[in-house]
């Protein structure tokens, strides 16, 4: 009885810290000047990606500005980037007001707002491209779809407009929902405990 229980004490702690991992923030880049310029470990639908903020062109950011270099190739999934920047990344933390103060974001120097672009196709024109934007204006963020804007178009000439920089962390792991672990531990307590029984 006394193993049966320091099992079921083992299992509860790994599905703790398993589920506390799955829900790890982001590590923030701030410079010296305490500009953000991206993040590491951004969840997005369960994968982990680290980004970087760019401003300069969209042929600079995304090689060539090909659709086969933008990070995600649907519209729900850009959607859900842009959500995890706002939910993760531009948040006030000790290390800086990402949230409140605009201007804190790399390519941004407006004090009202900071727009950031997160390319998901070539228009029809293939001069444009398509993008879920992101509007961090301070506490009424906004998240929109569709906007157009043109490959040549040089975001650093504009105090408002950035790039959102997305990589897949290739030393990331998939992160589980803390159900599946929970359910998991669950099952492998059970075949001990049958085991146990047995024997």
């Known amino acids: 009885m006394k193993f049966a229980n320091t099992f079921r004490t083992l299992i509860a702690a790994f599905a703790l810290s398993a589920a ?21 470990g951004v969840n997005v639908g369960g994968k982990l990606y680290n980004v970087t903020f760019t401003d300069g062109t969209c042929a600079a950011s995304f090689n060539g500005c090909i659709k086969s270099a933008f990070p995600f190739s649907t519209s729900v999934e850009a959607v859900s980037a842009a959500r995890a920047l706002l939910d993760q990344v531009f948040i006030d933390t000790p290390a800086g007001l990402f949230n409140s103060k605009p201007q804190l974001t790399y390519g941004c120097t407006n004090m009202v707002s900071c727009l950031t672009y997160i390319p998901v196709t070539l228009a029809t024109d293939p001069k444009f491209f398509t993008s879920a934007i992101l509007t961090n204006t301070g506490g009424n ?9 043109m490959v040549s178009d040089d975001f650093g000439r504009v105090a408002t407009r950035n790039f959102a920089v997305f990589k897949f962390a290739p030393e990331a792991v998939d992160v589980p929902e803390p159900t599946s672990i929970a359910l998991l531990s669950i099952a492998i307590a059970g075949l001990a405990l049958s085991r146990r029984r047995k024997n």
């Open 141 to 149: 963020d906004l998240i929109s779809l569709g906007g157009l804007a």
């Open 20 to 40: 506390a991992h799955a829900s790890a923030a982001p590590i923030l880049l701030v410079d010296s000047k305490g500009i953000l310029t991206g993040a590491n």
